[in-house]
């Protein structure tokens, strides 16, 4: 396996278990998914605001449905 592959596969763990933890806290969806977007633009996650939204989205449908 490439470095470069393990450095990713820890930053997107990191993200993941980010999102994870802000998914179950007990706020509004509206203030969860603006704290996730704040969190990948700390990660250094560099996307356009309507693709950000996307992702975020994503993310926490993907978590509410397991």
């Keep these: 396996m490439k470095p ?3 450095v990713m596969a820890v930053v997107g763990g ?11 806290a007990p706020e509004k969806g509206d203030d969860t ?13 560099k996307l356009k605001g309507t693709k950000l939204d996307e992702l975020v989205n994503d993310i926490a449908d993907e978590i509410q449905d397991n």
């Design 4 to 6: 470069i592959n393990i």
């Design 14 to 24: 990191a993200i993941a278990g980010a999102a994870v933890g802000l998914l179950f």
């Design 33 to 45: 998914r603006t704290r996730i977007a704040d969190v990948l633009r700390e990660k250094g996650v």
